[in-house]
């Protein structure tokens, strides 16, 4: 696996609406898997690769994978007379997760690392009952350290804010912000890699679109379905892994270290029933290690795929995932790679 794909992936900025930076880091790193590479309307990257061999007697299917481009982050809304900028979320948080982070403002005047905190009392001075407090995402701020003019001059209202924290590889996982999606984008990369290198070749055509937008309503998907109005749709994202203490075993939704995830059902959509047991088949067969999952709450842009134009087939793939929309996402590298492989397997053999 290209770890420094996916390292660089994570930690360039991007969220929902502002994706370009990472859209142009795919650009340059797909360059001779697809026949065209064009830009969508709402930014997504549409990518087609023609079929490279044909099966008698039968038209090619039209296969849309989606792996959507944008992270978590936020949008300055305020900034005060001290220089603080006040934000806007573009996706989901648990504030929990915010006290005492470093971030980086990428903005008109280029790229600020800053400080986000709530507003309040430090530990010191703070009662018992404001520090059980959580507070609302409203109440986060972020402090660049630098004079009120010089913020006023280099910000404005509308730039964004992401997490600011490095990708780390450890002996089995890695551990970034933002693998939630870039981790499909990589996994999109790496098997139109393995299917380009295979003397197979493919036999139908395959469409990548690397989508905006999924972290606000699936939109940029929405779009990009309507267009290739594919037959079969493939959803890449990570899914949950909620294997750590403090977690009913009924409740882990995946286990690290036992594959990739075949979802059956999230909250935005149900795979199709004939394309989860072909997908399971293809795994035992190969001896790539899977797990079926059942996602009660959450969802991802097969399910745009699935109900656009004239509707499509559709399945969802992953990685299970542990603190997802945190900045310490955790993925175990042997469920990437079998993510990678079940994709990659059943392109070539579709």
Known sequence: MDIPLLHELCETPAVPGREE????????RIRGLFDSVTTDPLGSLICTRKPRRTVRGRPATRVLIAAHMDEIGFYVRHIDAQGFLWLNPAGGFDPRNLFARRVLVVARGGDFVGVMNAGGKPIHISTDAERQRVPGTEEFFVDLGMDPKEVRKKVEIGDFVVMHEPFVELPEVVVSKALDNRMACFVAIEALRAVQSSRRGNAIEIVVAFTTQEEVGLRGAAVAANVARADIGIGLDVNLACDTPGVPETQRVTKQGDGTAVMVQDSSMISDHSLLQQFCALARR??????????????????????AARGARCIALGAGTRYIHTATETINKGDLQATIDLLSTWLLQA
Do not use: E, M, S, T
């Open 286 to 307: 190969h001896r790539i290690p899977h797990q079926r999952a059942v996602l009660p709450r959450g969802g991802q842009d097969a399910a745009a795929v699935q109900r």
């Open 21 to 28: 930076r990472v859209r142009a880091l795919v650009q340059r």
